[in-house]
């Protein structure tokens, strides 16, 4: 059973009663406060509600001893509870002041979208297994619906894709679509375009004789504001999505794209689907960070082998031989992940395989902490800009900023240029 999530005038998805539009404009705000994955502001929500926990992230108000307990209990960590406290009080204060969720609220609105929050009973509940990481709120724009997770299939791979890539993507997200299910990626260019493209154009085929029940064809998982369309290249691509289905995010209207942004986004697209397919991947690629997270929340993996001299592929045949992924080489086997049409096949792994995710290759931002990820991401590559310009972009406290500056320049990964900053 579909939950709707066509959007009303007071923002509220038709499936479920009317909320309290407190808790929908506190979220809002939230999304706007802090970045996705933040486990303190998640923990603060789930202990105090998304009302009083604005009033403490922001500031406004200081935490009673009675909700310091309660918070720790949730949290699971009293004795460093003190201490997180602070330095999230910290990281949240640049952004504070520049909270306007009724104003966000009212630019989707008029996009077409709105908010859907936890308190919605539209509110998928495949994203409970994303624990503290869980998204604060779900920005969308369209009319179509969220699919519960069996009847979603993610599609990713690398945006350098190759014709090969892009026709066994449009044949496994063709096929998907025509048996009833949802096809959900980033929109990006590459693997995840051609999914997206696949599933509109199998809706649209003669001789469709699924019952979709409300499913859309596909959703679209993007890692910005939804008031713009990323990439600018498949601007009508997502606009096609839009009419035919959703565009999601956790992000509100107005926030950039970053890198961190795309990784976070990918745990969502696994969170949301009950089964991930990677068609083409290079050696290291979002599309694997996908992979890992669905390994994580317990998802199937299935992988598409590719020749063994093509670099798209390189990614794919490194998951089939170091992770549980399955072997995937027809549509019906991309299908059967999800637990539809015939048996997998054998493939690397195996059903009692116990081998984990593969460890990425390194490169220069690997191990960065999350501050030291968000101030390489804020840094501009070519103008420096001063270091209030970053705490902002960030979301961090000056001190921790400073911090950061200095370890990635010992790093070589930051540029001071008189008193401003820039990416090395």
Request: net charge neutral; aromatic share 4%.
């Amino acid at each position: 059973m579909t939950t709707h999530v066509t959007p009303a005038a007071d923002h509220v998805p038709v499936a479920g009663p009317r909320r309290p539009d407190a808790a929908r404009l506190a979220r809002a705000a939230l999304t706007r406060l802090v970045e996705p994955g933040d486990a303190l502001a998640v923990q603060t929500v789930t202990a105090l509600g998304p009302e009083r926990a604005l009033a403490l992230l922001t500031g406004r108000e200081t935490i009673q001893p009675a909700e310091r307990d309660l918070l720790a209990d949730h949290a699971g960590t009293p004795d460093t509870l003190p201490r997180r406290w602070a330095a999230g009080l910290a990281r949240w204060a640049p952004r504070a002041a520049r909270l306007e969720p009724e104003r966000d609220l009212v630019t989707l609105h008029r996009l077409g979208g709105g908010l859907l929050i936890p308190e919605d009973d539209a509110w998928p509940a495949a994203l409970a297994d994303l624990g503290e990481e869980a998204p604060l709120g779900l920005w969308f724009r369209g009319s179509g619906t969220l699919p519960p997770a069996d009847r979603m299939l993610a599609v990713v791979g690398s945006r350098e894709a190759t014709a090969y890539g892009r026709t066994v993507t449009a044949r496994c997200a063709a096929h998907a679509v025509q048996q009833g299910a949802c096809v959900i990626s980033g929109g990006a260019y590459g693997i995840d375009g051609a999914a997206h493209r696949a599933a509109l154009q199998a809706l649209a085929a003669p001789g469709d004789a699924a019952d979709r029940d409300g499913v859309p064809p596909t959703v679209a998982v993007l890692a910005g504001g939804l008031d713009r369309f990323y990439p600018a290249g498949h601007e009508d691509l997502l606009r096609a999505v839009m009419a035919a289905g959703l565009l999601v995010s956790e992000m509100p209207p107005g926030a950039s794209p970053t890198r961190y942004r795309f990784l976070q986004r990918n745990r969502v697209i696994a969170a949301l689907a009950g089964a991930v397919l990677v068609v083409e991947a290079r050696w290291r690629s979002g599309a694997q960070n996908t992979a890992g997270h669905a390994f994580g929340l317990g998802r199937e993996v299935g992988v598409v082998p590719g020749p063994v001299t093509s670099p798209s592929s390189a990614g794919c045949h490194r998951l089939l031989q170091e992770s549980p992924a399955r072997l995937v080489t027809t549509e019906q086997e991309a299908l059967a992940l999800l637990g539809q049409g015939p048996a997998r096949s054998g493939g690397a792994g195996g059903p009692s395989s116990t081998r984990a995710a593969p460890e990425p290759a390194a490169r220069p931002t690997d191990g960065l902490t999350m501050e030291e990820a968000l101030v390489h991401e804020a840094l501009p590559l070519r103008q420096a800009v001063p270091v209030d310009r970053i705490t902002v972009s960030a979301g961090l406290a000056l001190p921790t900023v400073l911090a950061c500056l200095s370890r990635l320049q010992r790093a070589g990964l930051a540029e001071r240029v008189e008193d401003r900053w820039r990416r090395a």
